[in-house]
């Protein structure tokens, strides 16, 4: 054994008292105000970018830390097939992750390095008043995973979409979206993972979106553990350039078993 998997094995219960033994490559908090509402065909990439800091954490040592920088690469293809009157999306998501955890005097470790790559196909809806998708994908175990610190899980997971997005008005101002992910391990020591991530949306003259943003997350297994956020979102799109800017700030304000801190998030989109 090295001397990282020593460590590993040093800190893997004190971890898994934590809450962390559970399916949960994908972040929550990337999706909040109009989450659930897919763009028409066209090419996308977005680049999320990603910081998380959190000093309290139940069953472990007072002084425990953890901080992840991540920068994550989506490549979506919004296709003009249809699927059961919707549109077919297929899309990739790749993940560069620092880690940078601390568990009392037992162990410091950090990490920087490729995630897992997810590949997947979502189905999109649009109505009058009202945008809905359904989706599944693979997380694959491509990421480095050594190390307490490193980015990757060690197993393939599914993760499983489905959400909506309400406009609560005829001139589309006001908005209402809810987007779930299930994730599902290949492991049976792993346990399931649900997040659920939600956002109220007010499109402002300006071009300026604005709105309250939150998420939820719950293992579904024994041990109980889950976190829950609120925050606030504000985006832009130019549409000389096709590009927007999104920018969101969340404050988790419960946790059983889990860390509890604070993330910042800002997201990228080009249309091509």
């Known amino acids: 054994m090295n001397y990282k998997n020593k460590k590993a094995a040093l800190i893997l219960p004190l971890l898994l008292a934590a809450g962390s033994a559970q399916a949960q490559n994908y972040v929550p908090g990337i999706e909040a105000v109009k989450g659930a509402a897919a763009p028409g065909p066209g090419i996308y990439y977005k680049a999320y970018g990603v910081r998380y800091n959190a000093d309290e954490a139940d069953n472990l040592p007072s002084d425990s830390e953890v901080t992840v920088n991540a920068l994550a690469h989506r490549f979506i293809w919004v296709t003009e097939q249809k699927v059961l009157d919707a549109d077919l999306i297929v899309e990739a998501i790749l993940p560069m992750v620092n880690t940078d955890l601390k568990v009392g005097n037992v162990m410091k470790d950090e990490e920087s390095a490729l995630g897992d790559l997810f590949v997947g196909s979502v189905l999109s809806w649009h109505g009058d008043r009202w945008d809905s998708v359904a989706g599944a994908g693979i997380w694959s175990p491509t990421g480095d995973d050594d190390s307490p610190a490193s980015p990757g899980k060690g197993y393939s997971e599914l993760m499983l979409t489905l959400g909506g997005n309400f406009y609560l008005d005829n001139a589309k101002t006001y908005s209402a979206s809810l987007l779930s992910r ?76 889990s860390f509890e801190g604070d993330q910042l998030r800002i997201a990228l989109t080009k249309v091509f």
Do not use: C
Request: charged residues 20%.
């Open 182 to 257: 299930y994730e599902k391990a290949d492991d049976n020591d792993v346990e399931d993972n649900l997040v659920m991530e939600y956002g109220l949306g007010a499109q402002l003259s300006n071009g300026i979106e604005v709105g309250f943003a939150g998420y939820s997350e719950w293992e579904q297994g024994d041990a109980n553990s889950e976190r829950h956020a609120a925050g606030v979102e504000a985006s832009y799109f130019w549409p000389t350039l096709m590009t927007g800017l999104n920018f969101a700030a969340y404050k988790e304000y419960s946790s059983n078993q």
